[in-house]
């Protein structure tokens, strides 16, 4: 516990001023922004949004898998997601260097191999998004009625690039 006193303790002062907005688990808005684990990332206020308004799926990258189009069919069937925006972003450390590279990388770095799983490196970020879009354009438990709309993301200007 001592590893997360810091963390317990931040708790208990948000948990003493907490007032539940009571909100249900569907997203108000009706969007679901798939976004990178970078902590320079705050995918609610990027887009003008609250707590509730919309579902977050991060993963290193930004990429769409596997486990974020399962999560993507949940969303879209039992918690109102009708939009899903994929949002990638610059200075990415998966856009930094080929597969290869983030495995030696990692191998020096802790001296552990990593070469047994896909890290999903990006060449090209906007090849990427294309290629994710048509995944989540294309799959077939998604509803039919989804939009799906790609975006790069600046971390250092704050700005919102569309994919055109």
């Not at 208990?12 to 009571?22: N, P, V």
């Not at 902590?39 to 990027?46: K, N, T």
């Not at 977050?56 to 939009?83: K, P, Q, S």
């Amino acid at each position: 516990m001592e590893n997360f006193a810091d963390l317990l303790s931040a708790n208990k002062a948000y948990s003493d001023s907490f007032k539940s907005l009571g909100l249900g688990g569907e997203a108000r808005k009706g969007l679901a922004i798939v976004t990178c684990m970078d902590s320079r990332i705050d995918p609610l206020h990027i887009v003008g949004m609250e707590a509730g308004d919309a579902k977050i799926l991060r993963n290193a990258g930004a990429r769409v898998t596997e486990d974020v189009l399962r999560t993507l069919v949940l969303a879209t069937h039992l918690l109102g997601v009708n939009r899903v925006l994929v949002m990638p972003h610059t200075d990415c450390r998966m856009a930094s260097g080929s597969e290869g590279e983030i495995h030696a990388a990692i191998l020096e770095k802790s001296g552990v191999d990593t070469r047994g799983i896909e890290i999903r490196t990006v060449k090209d970020q906007m090849s990427a998004l294309i290629t994710d879009i048509q995944r989540i354009e294309s799959y077939p438990l998604l509803a039919r009625n989804l939009k799906v709309m790609g975006a790069i993301f600046d971390v250092e200007s704050g700005v919102l690039t569309p994919l055109i």
